[in-house]
């Protein structure tokens, strides 16, 4: 279903929907959680983590996209920096909170976490350049410099009937 949004909406439009998608559903976290009646809690809360589920899934779709089909030659690496990244986010996530407990209380965490989600949002198209939206571009590297280029052309196809007339 992402894959085919990518295709229809451009991976910049992607990943930037699904960070302000993901900052929207933070920020009615932290403002349903004083709520007291217990139905309207979990429902509320249960289509909130399915925006947030639909929005994370937009963001690394379309990430993984991009490194991918951009980064042919280097797909191990690319993939590799992703995990590490997350792995990073995941480790110094919970300390960060920690720190946004203690300075503001439960909510400030989710109205912190969520303004800026929603605030990077607006920079992604700044971030990303325009060629992130193109089919047939990669990106290679060389030197340490990113060059723009055509990808290869496919190697011709060769069967075993055109070898064995060759012999």
Do not use: W
Request: with cysteine; proline share 4%; aromatic share 14%.
């Amino acid at each position: 279903m992402i894959g085919g949004m990518i295709q229809l909406f451009g991976r910049r439009n992607l990943i930037a929907t699904g960070m302000f998608m993901m900052g929207s559903s933070f920020i009615v976290f932290g403002l349903t959680s004083d709520i007291q009646h217990q139905g309207l809690f979990i429902s509320l809360q249960m289509a909130n983590r399915f925006v947030q589920g639909f929005s994370s899934s937009m963001i690394q779709t379309t990430m993984y996209s991009i490194c991918t089909n951009f980064y042919p030659d280097n797909k191990d690496a690319m993939v590799g920096y992703i995990e590490a990244v997350t792995g990073v986010g995941l480790i110094l996530g919970p300390l960060i909170g920690s720190a946004l407990f203690s300075i503001g209380g439960f909510k400030f965490i989710f109205y912190s976490f969520g303004s800026l989600f929603v605030i990077f949002s607006f920079f992604i198209k700044l971030i990303f350049s325009k060629e992130v939206d193109r089919q047939n571009v990669y990106f290679d590297f060389d030197e340490s410099v990113l060059n723009l280029s055509e990808p290869p052309s496919p190697s011709p196809k060769v069967d075993s009937q055109h070898l064995q007339e060759d012999q």
